[in-house]
């Protein structure tokens, strides 16, 4: 099921998802042979910190206990060699493009996929945090959903190409509550909404917690998970990923490099080819 979002004046509704065509690619002989260099991989890890080592001469970028980086570099993995669901229970078309499953639900609904699975992970580490309000996400037609406003018991109400806040319930901070939000802002929010609310960020001051981003339709976002650096100033990344269907987010092999693979390099980087889309150094927003 793709989502319906909502753009004011002449045609308001529009199909966004993150779908098979424009820049996204299919490379069918990706990783055909194990990956060379395993000790990059320790099968018994459960974090994506404690699951992937980095290469010879470089170290692990040190990230703020409590902060976004954090968070991410330390989220919980499935079992090493998990195969990725879609939100119905079936396997994703693909199980030769990921090197770990995280351990978070796809929900039941076609609803989390790309874009929305940057926001899940954003707005789960503010409300862990108890941060809330700094949770809020732009609906494509410029609503601001903001979960502070959610609390306190108003709910949105879509009627055409018209947003409100209705109060109908009581004032919450309950986890039920809480992705009751998720679910009305993944269906009316997306890769275009997203790309338009975040600010760009130069490849030379890549954080963990950025997105790669193209919105549009199609459209598609991927997060950086964890970093590492060498003395020279070179970086590397992880990647995770959610994508049409909605579907278990997943740490993205590296079809460019397989003696490093996951990890990516920032290095010269112009274009950064993922298995399922390729991005530019400019395509870099943060939350």
């Known amino acids: 099921m793709k989502k319906l979002l909502f753009l004011f004046g002449g045609i308001f509704i529009i199909l966004i998802s993150c779908q098979k065509k424009g820049k996204n690619i299919q490379v069918t002989t990706l990783f055909t042979t194990k990956v060379s260099d395993k000790d990059l991989i320790n099968k ?9 080592n980095t290469p010879d001469n470089f170290t692990r970028i040190k990230t703020p206990a409590n902060s976004f980086a954090y968070y991410l570099q330390n989220f919980p993995l499935k079992a090493y060699n998990a195969k990725v669901h879609l939100y119905n229970g079936e396997l994703k078309y693909r199980q030769d493009i990921h090197s770990a499953v995280l351990a978070i639900d796809v929900g039941k609904r076609d609803l989390q996929q790309c874009a929305d699975a940057t926001m899940r992970l954003r707005a789960e580490y503010l409300y862990k945090q108890k941060q809330y309000d700094k949770i809020h996400f732009n609906f494509t037609n410029g609503f601001k959903a903001s979960y502070a406003k959610w609390r306190l018991g108003y709910r949105i109400r879509v009627k ?47 954080q963990i917690g950025d997105i790669f981003i193209q919105g549009g339709s199609p459209g598609h976002a991927i997060i950086v998970m964890d970093m590492a650096e060498d003395k020279t100033g070179d970086k590397l990344f992880l990647l995770a990923q959610s994508y049409m ?11 460019n490099n397989k003696n490093t693979s996951p990890w990516y390099s920032t290095k010269n980087l112009t274009t950064l080819k993922t298995p399922e889309w390729i991005f530019t150094k400019d395509d870099i927003k943060r939350f």
């Open 44 to 52: 018994e890890g459960t974090s994506v910190k404690t699951r992937f």
């Open 160 to 206: 055409g190409n018209k947003v409100t806040w209705v109060k109908s319930a009581k004032p919450s901070v309950s986890y039920h509550s809480f992705r009751k939000y998720l679910t009305m802002v993944f269906s009316y929010a997306g890769t275009l909404s997203l790309s338009k609310e975040l600010p760009a960020i130069p490849i030379k001051d890549l």
């Open 245 to 255: 269907p909605a579907q278990e987010i997943h740490i993205l092999k590296n079809p």
